[in-house]
Every structure is written in structure tokens, then in C-alpha cells.
């Protein structure tokens, strides 16, 4: 069969811009892999047009969409109903179109983050206490995700104090901040440290964070995936620790949406990261 057909189901994702996105490779390759008449692409909405064109394109029959940045609080706004994490979060990434053009946001980032760990490392999820780098969306949901698992007190240290204050105080109790400039101190104890800023990112300044206080036994976690092994996975590598790279929650954070719109539970396995993130290898 050729597909997709006439009567594929159809689902995508806006951003502006957009065509950095890895979800079209994401979807795009559980589409070939399941055999499945559908299509998923990529719409540039600027932000003045967002809600406008999340409205039209669900009356035109489209499934549903993933949303990146900007506009994920401005999808939380547009919904018709929320799950309790994009509700917590203020921000959703997965929308789902109903038959008569109803609209369903869901936060699929805690979930995302919270399987990846999982599958990076088995067990690690036992609890104890945790430091988060960034106070952003990412941060946010990365913090959500380590107190549903058990994860307390997490340690919110940010650049910018306001922002780790906000985000305590939207995400507590059991979350607590610490000084930008005592982030290594913080790693004492702790089980576990995720990077949730752009900082290792390629082109971004390098994250200055010296593991000597981190105990060996906990596990390392950055949101960055390009590179996939950032200098701060490499140094937690050196140090001891189990190390768990960012691509794992972009591949799980996509699975709910697949699910929703074409009726498949879709698995992440090494084809999936090699189809996603196969350039990241190579420049390994
Ligand atoms: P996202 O939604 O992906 O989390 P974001 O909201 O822009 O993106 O957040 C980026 C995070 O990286 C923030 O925590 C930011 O710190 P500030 O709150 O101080 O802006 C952090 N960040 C970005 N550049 C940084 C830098 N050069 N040094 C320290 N932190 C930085």
C-alpha cells in the first residue's frame, strides 16, 4: 500500500520557528516502522497567529498536534480541557483534536523525563534528594517529574534567583532553592543532578560545575542532546556516576501524542534514537 493516503490521519507540530524540530524524524519514523496511514508535519505558526491556526487546522480534521516553543502557554490557554500537568505547569505540548473540533492539552514532558530515567537508569527512581539546574519550562517539568517519582527535597539552582523562587513556589512543597554560586556544595548527598539549562548545549557557554561533592552512586542527567555526551555527561562518567543523556525524553515525551492519534503504543529502542539523532552519533 502507498501511503500516506487520502484518508491518512494527520497530526504535526508548531513552533516558531519549527524546522529545528526532531519530532517530524520522531513520528515520521513510528509511522514507517508501524505501517500506519498517517502523516505528521511541520507548521511555522508565528505567535500571533497561534491560536487561529490550532483552531483551524483542528476543524479542518486534523488528530491533534505537539506544540514547542513558543507556544506552549499559550496552548494551555486555547484548550477546552487540561490534564493535571499541563494545568501544574501552566504549559502543554500535546493537543488532541476532538471529533467536533474540542480541544485536549496534556504535558507529556514530566512523563517524558521521568521514562527516560528510567530507562537510562534502572532503579534510579528509589528517591533521595535532588539538585535541578534551570528554573525554566523544561526545568519545570523535569522538577514535576522528580516528585511524583519520590525525589525530596529537590534543589532548584538558577542564574536567575526570581525564576527558582517562582518555580518553588509553584511546584512545592518538597522543593526548595539554592544560590546559583553554590550549586557544587549543593551536590552533596544528592542521588541525583539534572541539567535543565541550555548551558553544554552546542553553541551555548559551557555549564562551570565541578562534581567533587556529588557522591559516585548517584546518577547524572542533562536535558542537552546536541551533543548527545555533554562535557557534564563525560565528567559525571569520570566521576563514577550513571549518566543519562537528553534524547531519551524527547523520544518518550512523544509517545502519549502517537497513542492518542494513531492508536499505536510506540516503542523507543536504538533504531528510533539512531533515526531521530543519527547526525549526533556521527559527530561523536
Ligand atoms: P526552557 O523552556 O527550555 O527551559 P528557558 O525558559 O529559556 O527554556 O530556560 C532556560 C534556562 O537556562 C533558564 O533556567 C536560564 O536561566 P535564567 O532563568 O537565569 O534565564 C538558564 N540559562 C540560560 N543561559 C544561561 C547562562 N548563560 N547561565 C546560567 N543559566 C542559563
Not at 552533596?188 to 559516585?216: E, K, R
Amino acid at each position: 500500500m502507498d501511503l500516506p493516503s487520502g484518508k491518512a490521519v494527520v497530526a504535526g507540530v508548531a513552533g516558531w520557528p519549527v524546522g529545528h524540530s526532531r519530532s517530524p524524524r520522531l513520528h515520521g519514523h513510528w509511522l514507517r516502522r508501524y505501517g500506519i496511514d498517517g502523516l505528521y508535519a511541520p507548521f511555522p505558526v508565528p505567535p500571533e497567529a497561534f491560536a487561529t491556526a490550532v483552531r483551524g487546522l483542528a476543524a479542518a480534521g486534523l488528530a491533534g498536534l505537539n506544540v514547542t516553543v513558543p507556544h506552549k502557554a499559550a496552548a494551555c490557554a486555547l484548550c477546552d480541557r487540561l490534564d493535571g500537568t499541563a494545568k501544574r505547569l501552566g504549559a502543554a505540548n500535546t493537543l488532541i483534536f476532538g471529533p467536533d473540533g474540542d480541544i485536549e492539552g496534556r504535558n507529556t514532558d514530566a512523563y517524558g523525563f521521568a521514562e527516560a530515567l528510567e530507562a537510562g537508569a534502572p532503579g534510579a527512581a528509589g528517591g533521595g534528594s535532588a539538585v535541578v539546574l534551570g528554573a525554566g519550562g523544561a526545568a519545570r517539568a523535569v522538577v514535576l517529574a522528580l516528585r511524583t517519582l519520590g525525589y525530596g527535597p529537590v534543589r532548584i539552582a538558577n542564574r536567575t534567583a526570581a525564576h527558582a523562587e517562582a518555580a518553588a513556589a509553584a511546584l512545592g512543597p518538597g522543593v526548595e532553592t539554592v544560590p546559583w554560586r553554590k550549586r557544587a556544595a549543593a551536590l552533596a548527598g544528592a542521588a541525583l543532578l539534572v541539567n535543565a539549562t541550555s548551558l553544554g548545549m552546542a553553541g551555548q557557554p559551557a555549564l562551570d560545575l565541578p562534581l567533587d561533592d556529588l557522591p559516585p552512586e548517584a546518577t547524572v542527567s542533562d536535558i542537552v542532546y546536541a551533543p548527545l555526551e555533554t562535557p557534564l555527561l563525560a565528567a559525571a562518567r569520570r566521576h563514577g556516576c550513571r549518566a543519562v543523556d537528553g534524547l531519551g525524553m524527547l523520544l518518550h515525551q512523544g509517545r502519549p501524542g502517537f497513542r492518542a492519534w494513531f492508536g499505536v503504543d510506540p516503542a523507543v529502542d536504538d533504531d528510533l534514537r539512531r533515526a531521530v539523532a543519527g547526525d549526533l552519533f556521527a559527530a561523536e
